[in-house]
């Protein structure tokens, strides 16, 4: 098998690319979107504020019925106790803060990780457009320059060689 060797301009060459390349993906990373505020605090907020509309509905049957359905969801996932929890909901007592939030802390400790998740999935559902525009700008940037440098190199190559050739004299 013959020894291939690059000539200084393909190396140069080569060096430019991956440099260029190191550049543009760098130049990628810190251009995609990210979190304004974490997505924890978010999916909490979302979540006391769901808990706090449903203890401030009036109509008692709406009332049981949104209720049972957060406490069904809560008692699914680890197992609290629904009568406590429905406690909580219709009828939270001023007098007993610190009970009311331990009741919070044990209602939104198992909703909230699949609040998280939820809220995560749409923060990167609504940030999908943008990082497909950067996506492939980056790329069309990443390919351009290097391509053009090349084509533009081969292209000198090809014309000074045509200068030096036996028919330059001619």
Partial sequence: MKNVSLNGWWRLYVVFTFIWLAATVASYYYSLPKFDEDPEQIAYGELRNQIEAVQRIRDPLELHKEADRLCEEAYNLTK??????????????????????????????????????????????????????????????????PIITLIAGLSLAWIRRGFKGPQAGN
């Fill in 80 to 145: 609290i106790n629904k009568n406590s929890c429905m406690s909580f909901m219709i009828t939270p007592d001023a007098k007993k803060a610190s009970s009311n939030v331990l009741m919070m802390i044990h209602v939104t400790k198992p909703l909230l990780a699949n609040k998280i998740q939820q809220v995560k999935e749409r923060i990167a559902e609504e940030q999908k457009p943008q990082i497909i525009h950067e996506s492939i700008r980056h790329l069309r940037i990443a390919l351009t320059v």
